[in-house]
C-alpha cells in the first residue's frame, strides 16, 4: 500500500492554478511536516516547499509569491496551492510526508506523484 497519495494534478493553461493534495490512506501515520518536490524529464527531483510542525514554510527562488504549502492537521492532509503557473512549472510532483517517532529522527513517506502541465 502506498503511504502517501498526491492528487490534483492535470493540464493548465499558464496563468492558472491547481491545487495538490497529499494524503495518508488509512491515516496510518500523523502528517507531522511536509514538503513538495518536482522532477522535469531529463532532470533531478528538485524539492519546492517545505512546512515544518511548527508551521513554518520555505519555498525554493522560482515558485516564492506564487505557490503556497500549507498543511490542515484534523484532515492529517497537506497542499500546495499553485498559482500563476508557467511552463517551467511543468514536472511530476511529490510529497514527501514525515512522521514523528518518539526519540528517533522523523521517517519519511513518499507518494508515486501527481503529473502537473502547463501549456503556452
Known amino acids: 500500500q502506498v503511504p502517501v497519495v498526491e492528487s490534483g494534478g492535470g493540464l493548465v493553461q499558464a496563468g492558472g492554478s491547481l491545487r495538490l493534495s497529499c494524503s495518508v490512506p488509512?491515516?496510518?501515520?500523523?502528517?507531522?511536516?511536509m514538503a513538495w518536490y518536482r522532477q522535469a524529464p531529463g532532470n533531478q527531483r528538485e524539492w519546492v516547499a517545505s512546512?515544518?510542525?511548527?508551521?513554518?514554510?520555505n519555498y525554493v527562488d522560482s515558485v516564492k509569491g506564487r505557490f503556497t504549502i500549507s498543511k490542515d492537521n484534523a484532515e492529517n492532509t497537506g497542499y500546495l496551492q499553485m498559482n500563476n503557473l508557467k511552463p517551467e512549472d511543468t514536472a511530476l510532483y511529490y510529497c514527501?510526508?514525515?512522521?514523528?517517532?518518539?526519540?528517533?529522527?522523523?521517517?519519511?513517506?513518499w507518494g508515486q506523484g501527481t503529473q502537473v502541465t502547463v501549456s503556452s
Open positions: 488509512g491515516n496510518s501515520f500523523r502528517i507531522i511536516a
Open positions: 514527501k510526508a514525515q512522521q514523528s517517532r518518539l526519540g528517533r529522527p522523523l521517517l519519511d513517506h
Open positions: 512546512i515544518t510542525s511548527g508551521g513554518a514554510t
